[in-house]
């Protein structure tokens, strides 16, 4: 007889469901077992990469970083239609080298444009 | 697919079919570059560049009216031209270049950088244009999510005003919305047209020819799956053209958004859901079992929630925002209408084009008359405007009137094509419920009239008077104006070359 073909989704939630069970469990039967309870300051401490939090978490960003994030996008997406057309490129017309050429100079108007907005100077 | 197919595929993109498209994007990237290369003092010379090549764009675009690629589809099935795309194209560009015009009166009057703001309409209303042709879902979206992004950057243009910034916020939740309702459609259409289970299965589901045949064997219509995809496609779409129950964004936007951008999501983006929605209509055809009702319901408490709820408004940007949701309701009837009646199609699109140019006509006066804070624009500030500026108070008159239908202007005759359609379609309750939504919008255009021609400014309207500087009516934007109240007048009178333009019959 075959199993059911969704058979393995319950397999995995069987196995997702306790495989943290168990984790905490022995955990816990290790502090019960060989851990005696001694609460302190240090030890009570929020810990977060090793570095105590200062301040508020609610501070203004800089939002002139999203605009290097969109620049950087510009190169991305380049870069994700050129590494085909670089692969393929012996077997490709004419056309494609003009059409690859018109694509790469709209990316370029943009970042032109944006240098001469002065969106590249960080202040 | 092959090498073969898809160089045929390369070989056969006719990229002179889309040549108006091609050329409103070269246009945008034009203006962008002459910012960089002209000295600071003669960039106002800008938007007279965008206006004059949108306008030499319009002129080409009516010679060329009847292409040689009418009829035929193109870009591998991705578009498809017809006569309604080649009206609707003429349409958006007629907005877009008097969204330009509207423009260069409303930036001067705020801190903001000016170009940009060129550009994005040209880029929002080349897309418009596509949209408007597209034959395959892929294409539609890609052309819907380029017109909505351009609005979010256009609705919250004036970056230092709260309101315009709300409003952008409020329109790019609401859009994220409708496009994810949209695209769960879409994707649920494609997965049962694509389902070879089914009968008639297709391999391209996303196409519409495709999908349309899959619609239309058997009892695929009445799919559930299917008919969900339908119902959720045409909710995406009632967001846009902000029908009941989806219109709860539109005062908010509408008031917040800098003047020409709220008359171009009026005009431009109403007639954009309403161009798709005509396109689908004919695809979902096997589904207007479902179609029928579900619109004709949603025609009558457009109407009725527009018109209602734009009695108590104040805020001019506000009360056209709500009567627009009627608009769109009276539309909507008509697109019920064309289901059994073919002339309601022309007559949806004489609407457009009467409300464009009575639309266009208000918000021109607007433009004027809206200070340096441009999300408060009060019935109010209106106060002895005849007096103070006839020509104006004339143009929003007519304007006004063409709005709320009254005999002989253009608003008129759309509303009586469209009446005429529904009668002959035998939509009887829903024409009842339209001849009250119009009685009742008579109240607040009228409310608009009166306190333009017969109130004096009262105290507070005296400070706002005096705080103001004196309205001037630019060459341009008077040209413009007049044109726009002539059309509107001579169109109630003589349809004669539009009307047969827009194939009544």
Known sequence: MHPHPYAFLALFLAVAVAFPVIMLGVARLWVVCFQPQRPGPMKNATYECGLESTGDSWIQFKAHYYLY??????????????????????????????????FVLLLVEGLVWAWHRGHLEWQ | MTTDLLQQAAASNQWAAIFPELSLGCLALLLLGLEMVLPKDNQRQIPLVALVGQAGILVGLLINFYTATLDTETFNS??????????????????????????????????????EFY???????????????????????????TVT?????????????????????????????SSGLLLFGIALLYGVAGNPALPGHTAEPMGFSGLHSFL?????????????????????????????????????????????????????????GFAVLFNLLQVFSPCSWLLVPVITVMAAATILFGNFAALTQHNVKRLLGLSGVSHAGFLLLGVVASVTVPMAVGAVHFYLFAYLLASFAVFGVMAHVAGANDADQELDH??????????????????????????????????????????????????????????????????????????????????????????????????????????????????????????LR
Request: with cysteine; glycine share 10%.
């Open chain 1, 69 to 102: 994030a969109i620049l950087f996008l510009i190169f991305d997406v380049e870069l994700l239609f050129l590494l085909p057309f670089a692969v393929a490129f012996t077997g490709l017309p004419t056309g494609a080298l003009v059409a690859m050429l018109v």
């Open chain 2, 78 to 115: 991705l578009l498809r031209h017809t006569h309604q795309g080649q009206v609707m194209r003429v349409f958006f560009l007629v907005a877009s270049l008097l969204v330009t015009m509207l423009g260069m009166i409303s930036l001067p009057k705020q801190k903001v950088p000016r170009v």
């Open chain 2, 119 to 145: 550009h994005i309409v040209l880029v929002i209303s080349a897309a418009m244009m596509l949209l408007a042709q597209s034959n395959h879902f892929v294409m539609l979206f890609v052309a819907l999510e």
């Open chain 2, 149 to 177: 992004v351009g609005f979010y950057i256009l609705v919250s243009y004036f970056r230092t005003s709260p309101f315009s910034l709300e409003a952008g916020l409020k329109y790019l939740v609401m859009g994220a919305l």
């Open chain 2, 216 to 272: 239309a064997t058997g009892a695929n219509a009445h799919h559930f799956l299917a008919a969900s995809g339908v119902l959720l496609v045409l909710a995406g779409i009632a967001f846009k053209i902000g029908a009941f129950p989806f219109q709860i964004w539109i005062p908010d936007v509408y008031q917040g958004a800098p003047t020409p951008v709220t008359a171009f999501l009026a005009v431009g983006s109403k007639a954009a």
């Open chain 2, 382 to 503: 209106y106060a002895g405007l005849a007096k103070t500026n006839p020509f104006l108070a004339a143009v929003l008159v007519i304007g006004l009137g063409s709005l709320a239908g009254i005999p002989p202007l253009a608003g008129f005759m759309g509303k009586l094509f469209i009446f005429v359609a529904a009668f002959k379609a035998g939509h009887y309750g829903l024409l009842g419920v339209a001849i009250v939504g119009v009685v009742v919008s008579i109240y607040y255009y009228f409310g608009w009239i009166k306190a333009a021609f017969f109130e004096t400014p009262t105290a507070s309207g005296d400070e706002c008077q005096a705080s103001r500087p004196q309205i001037s009516v630019g060459l341009v934007a008077r040209v413009v104006l007049t044109l726009l109240a002539m059309a509107t007048v001579v169109l109630g009178f003589y349809q004669g070359p539009l009307g047969v333009w827009v194939a």
